[in-house]
């Protein structure tokens, strides 16, 4: 036999009560200190890529152009590496936004993937898991570059010159 029990009023929460309870315990965020670390530390992401570029442009005799793709390749060989030896889990904890956003934050995370699923195999475990979080981004890059040479392509035949 169910017994019928009164609600308390004081135990209703709403919502809002809620957000407004829960935002008590939750840590204040330092947005100028955020914003700073991720400024540096992606500056300093991009520096290095600066001084790569320049590397293969004085001893291999790249040009502007022909030296980007081995800048990029070594700056994800840098990232893949430090993400192996747990080094660039913690700049990411530091600098937020500014690891994550270089080409360095793509190579990671398809790194971390792979490295946490090894041990379910190659093809299951690093194959199947290590485009889960990075699949996303480069489905967008994919879309999101063939609309913009649709919208070139389009411009050029209404105004050609």
């Given at each position: 036999?169910?017994?019928?029990?009164?609600?308390?009023?004081?135990?209703?929460?709403?919502?809002a009560l809620y957000q407004q309870h829960?935002?008590?315990?939750?840590?204040?965020?330092?947005?100028?200190?955020?914003?700073?670390?991720?400024?540096?530390?992606?500056?300093?992401?991009?520096?290095?890529?600066?001084?790569?570029?320049?590397?293969?442009?004085?001893?291999?005799?790249?040009?502007?152009?022909?030296?980007?793709n081995p800048t990029v390749a070594t700056?994800?060989?840098?990232?893949?590496?430090?993400?192996?030896?747990?080094?660039?889990?913690?700049?990411?904890?530091?600098?937020?936004?500014?690891?994550?956003?270089?080409?360095?934050g793509f190579a990671n995370s398809i790194?971390?993937?792979?490295?946490?699923?090894?041990?379910?195999?190659?093809?299951?475990?690093?194959?199947?898991?290590?485009?889960?979080?990075?699949?996303?981004?480069?489905?967008?890059?994919?879309?999101?570059?063939?609309?913009?040479?649709?919208?070139?392509?389009?411009?050029?035949?209404?105004?050609?010159?």
């Amino acid at each position: 036999m169910a017994t019928k029990t009164k609600q308390d009023p004081d135990l209703k929460m709403t919502k809002a009560l809620y957000q407004q309870h829960a935002a008590k315990y939750q840590p204040q965020r330092n947005v100028l200190l955020n914003s700073w670390r991720a400024f540096w530390v992606g500056g300093t992401i991009c520096l290095l890529g600066q001084v790569i570029q320049k590397f293969y442009m004085s001893v291999f005799d790249f040009t502007d152009k022909t030296a980007g793709n081995p800048t990029v390749a070594t700056l994800i060989f840098i990232s893949v590496l430090l993400t192996g030896f747990g080094v660039y889990d913690n700049i990411g904890q530091y600098a937020g936004a500014g690891s994550a956003v270089p080409v360095t934050g793509f190579a990671n995370s398809i790194a971390s993937a792979a490295i946490e699923h090894r041990s379910e195999g190659y093809v299951l475990g690093v194959g199947g898991n290590m485009f889960k979080l990075a699949g996303s981004v480069i489905v967008f890059g994919v879309v999101a570059a063939f609309v913009a040479a649709l919208i070139k392509t389009l411009m050029r035949m209404i105004w050609p010159g």
